[in-house]
């Protein structure tokens, strides 16, 4: 007689009443630290939230890849760990082979698989905890001062065949305390007499279960894995945004998954990173190539707004010095008196720091002793006011000269660039612009540098210029120089606002996202276009990543309208400005000569960074977005922290000509608040609201016409 077995399975449903039951990582920190032990034949990697295990028989290869919030097991197939072709030939690093379905892989099966003998081969592992990625210095206020920790695994790999005998090849992991994240890279050791030629080095192959089937339906329109995001720290596009800027992701089709639903086996269910223009690295003796960083987050949820939150999480987690936030002016200045000016300036109302703007006398190339002497004295008189001093720097934009610029592939002569001609990195040029910025900061002691360019990953087809041999490896030893430029900076304390996504190697700030043309449009319109920024810019940025824009001159046209100067004739709209601002947290570059005209306009401006000091952190927090910015309606948004003591902090706008009055459900759960929350309009007479089980307060709010309020939660 058969007994019949109930097994009962617990299902996970991604709502925030079930994620707040099991203790959302969002919300509420696991206790669990991240861990990487070895049993028997078995590596496993776990941290409470993803488990990445491994299985060492013929050769290691990765077999489970989880989602312990939700219980998503991502693979299908078993994978190398890594592709490389090197001198012109393709080697598998890693991997089993003899997997016959690749449509699910059966718990232990991986024990009758073999290797493929002409891969590389696993030969040792070392554990170790996470080390720093940049040895970060920070120079300002910031909301995260620790640096990621974790444990570190790193996987050794030789060749059987004798001429790859002197390479070796490692595979690292992270992973990290409390964030679903692991980070993947290979480094590449040529211990021989010859140099090589890395053509291309995949750092990361997985066989993923498809996101849909569709029996036909082509890879570019089929959806992809929604499970897991990946971010590399190889991106540009000049997009201030990361998924634009990505030059690395690539979702293949499989052939040999001959079970798929898909008619013509074009399933893009193959994940591939690799950059894909840079196929010619050469590698020296004793030189070691080390690949892009893969940073693989799994996600729990479709939701956007959340997705927005986990990513903002992992920028804080593997990049803290993103949250730095400095209060800083854009000083356009004609001399060094203006300079010293704008410093006390700063000093009066509570900024923290001035930047040279564009425009200005500044020339950090100038290396003679008296362009050093000069800004070295005004960096001086800076510091003893307790106020950073930086400046901007043009790299790309402008024609340098024949032997020095970008040289096109297709023509053999200068142009072909992101904006038709630009200098190339690795030119002398190039070389001498990094050796003359890192004197400049070296000598002066600048504390913040604002850089235009270099843009989206120029290629260059000179075979002259000292820092890249040809247009193969040009694109790749260009990016190296920069970003080694980016991260010397960095571990001195020198604060960076850059142009694209570096983030990953050390950059602070990015633009939140405008058109330049729209500051030439009517303050009233600003006004309104700018929420709209804030809104659309902080949903996958931290607000500490972004800066706006407040045109006090003249900035690309328009009239009186559009600016604020004289100051004290627009202060209602210079306030507005500065709290909608600093209200979502965002920095604005406040441009021009001068903070404030009269006693007036400096009692504003001192009350408004007073407010900010006072709710800094948790206007540093992350947003939630309630309500995009359309004209017709209210607008607003909240910024959450379970955290601290200040739960949450609300700002509220309406762009209408009319009073008017809205009761909204306010969503509360991401400030971890979960039966009462107190609310008080401008922080005073708080009243008790009542929390439903969607975590939400049910809010009433009347607007007069053009105004805006702030509410605290706590």
């Known amino acids: 007689m058969k007994v019949l077995k109930l097994i009962f399975i617990k299902v996970v449903l991604l709502t925030p009443?079930?994620?707040?039951?099991?203790?959302?990582?969002?919300?509420?920190?696991?206790s669990k630290k991240a861990e990487i032990v070895v049993n028997n034949q078995y590596i496993n990697m776990d941290n409470g939230?993803?488990?990445?295990?491994?299985?060492?028989?013929?050769?290691?290869?990765?077999?489970?890849?989880?989602?312990?919030t939700t219980g998503q097991q991502l693979l299908r197939s078993i994978e190398p760990e890594a592709r490389v072709v090197i001198?012109?030939?393709?080697?598998?690093?890693?991997?089993?082979?003899?997997?016959?379905e690749k449509a699910y892989l059966i718990k232990g099966s991986e024990k009758g698989l073999t290797t493929d003998k002409d891969a590389f081969q696993f030969k040792a592992y070392k554990i170790q905890i996470i080390s720093d990625y940049i040895q970060w210095k920070p120079n300002s206020w910031l909301s995260n001062k620790k640096q990621p920790t974790g444990k570190s695994i790193r996987l050794l790999f030789i060749s059987n065949k004798p001429e790859l005998q002197n390479i070796l090849i490692s595979v690292m992991y992270n992973i990290y305390d409390g964030i679903p994240l692991i980070t993947k890279w290979i480094e590449i050791l040529n211990n021989g007499e010859q140099k090589v030629k890395i053509n291309r080095v995949v750092n990361e192959v997985l066989g993923l279960v498809e996101e849909e089937s569709a029996v036909v339906g082509k890879p570019e329109v089929m959806k992809k894995q929604h499970g897991i995001y990946v971010e590399t720290n190889y991106a540009f596009n000049n997009a201030m945004r990361y998924?634009?800027?990505?030059?690395?992701?690539?979702?293949?089709?499989?052939?040999?998954?001959?079970?798929?639903?898909?008619?013509?086996?074009?399933?893009?269910?193959?994940?591939?990173?690799?950059?894909?223009?840079?196929?010619?690295?050469?590698?020296?003796?004793?030189?070691?190539?080390?690949?892009?960083?893969t940073n693989e987050l799994l996600m729990d949820s479709y939701d956007r707004q959340r997705r927005g939150l986990m990513?903002?999480?992992?920028?804080?987690?593997?990049?803290?010095?993103?949250?730095?936030?400095?209060?800083f002016m854009h000083l356009v200045s004609k001399n060094d008196e203006e300079v010293k000016a704008a410093i006390d300036q700063c000093v009066a109302t509570g900024y923290e720091a001035v930047i040279l703007s564009f425009g200005s006398h500044l020339n950090m190339e100038d290396s003679s002793q008296q362009n050093i002497n000069k800004w070295k004295a005004l960096a001086a008189y800076a510091h003893q006011k307790n106020i950073l001093l930086g400046g901007y720097s043009l790299f790309s934009s402008r024609r340098i000269s024949d032997e020095d610029d970008v040289i096109d592939i297709k023509t053999g002569k200068p142009g072909g660039a992101f904006f038709g001609n630009a200098p190339c990195f690795g030119s002398k040029w190039g070389l001498a612009y990094r050796d003359k910025i890192k004197y400049f900061f070296k000598e002066t002691g600048f504390d913040i540098w604002e850089n235009d360019g270099p843009y989206p990953g120029d290629v260059c087809a000179s075979t002259v210029h000292p820092g890249h041999k040809g247009y193969d490896d040009s694109q790749w030893r260009q990016m190296e120089i920069q970003k080694e430029l980016y991260r010397w900076l960095n571990e001195r304390g020198v604060y960076i606002n850059a142009p694209?996504?570096?983030?990953?190697?050390?950059?602070?700030?990015?633009?939140?996202?405008?058109?330049?043309?729209?500051?030439?449009l009517s303050r009233a319109q600003q006004k309104i276009i700018n929420r709209q920024n804030i809104h659309d810019g902080t949903i996958e940025k931290t607000p500490s990543m972004g800066w706006g824009f407040v045109p006090l001159t003249k900035y690309q046209g328009g009239g009186e309208e559009a600016v604020l100067e004289p100051l004290n004739d627009h202060l209602e709209d210079y306030e507005q400005l500065m709290m909608q601002y600093y209200g979502a947290g965002v920095q604005a570059c406040y441009r021009g000569p001068r903070l404030y005209d009269t006693e007036q306009t400096k009692l504003m401006v001192q009350s408004v960074i007073s407010w900010y000091k006072k709710y800094r952190s948790i206007l540093n927090a992350d947003i939630?977005?309630?309500?995009?910015?359309?004209?017709?309606?209210?607008?607003?948004?909240?910024?959450?922290?379970?955290?601290?003591?200040?739960?949450?902090?609300m700002m509220l706008f309406n762009p209408t000509n009319e009073t008017i009055t809205r009761t909204i459900q306010l969503p509360l759960y991401y400030t971890g608040l979960q039966d009462?929350?107190?609310?008080?309009?401008?922080?005073?007479?708080?009243?008790?609201?009542?929390?439903?089980?969607a975590y939400e307060a049910e809010f009433s709010f009347t607007l007069a016409p053009g105004a805006y309020e702030w509410f605290t939660i706590e």
């Open 17 to 30: 009443i079930c994620l707040m039951a099991q203790k959302d990582w969002l919300i509420q920190p696991i």
């Open 49 to 68: 939230l993803v488990k990445r295990s491994f299985y060492m028989g013929a050769n290691l290869a990765c077999i489970d890849y989880t989602n312990l």
């Open 87 to 100: 001198n012109g030939n393709p080697y598998n690093v890693g991997g089993l082979i003899g997997q016959s």
């Open 243 to 293: 998924d634009i800027s990505d030059q690395t992701t690539h979702w293949k089709t499989d052939s040999s998954y001959t079970s798929q639903v898909n008619y013509n086996f074009e399933t893009p269910c193959l994940l591939e990173i690799y950059p894909e223009r840079a196929p010619g690295i050469e590698l020296a003796r004793g030189e070691t190539f080390k690949s892009v960083r």
């Open 311 to 327: 990513l903002r999480k992992m920028y804080r987690t593997i990049a803290p010095w993103t949250t730095q936030n400095p209060i």
């Open 500 to 520: 694209d996504w570096y983030f990953l190697d050390g950059t602070h700030k990015i633009a939140v996202g405008y058109r330049e043309v729209n500051f030439s």
């Open 624 to 649: 939630i977005q309630l309500r995009r910015a359309d004209g017709r309606d209210w607008d607003g948004w909240l910024h959450v922290d379970p955290s601290l003591d200040q739960k949450g902090l």
């Open 676 to 693: 009462k929350a107190m609310i008080a309009q401008k922080g005073k007479d708080a009243k008790g609201y009542t929390l439903n089980r």
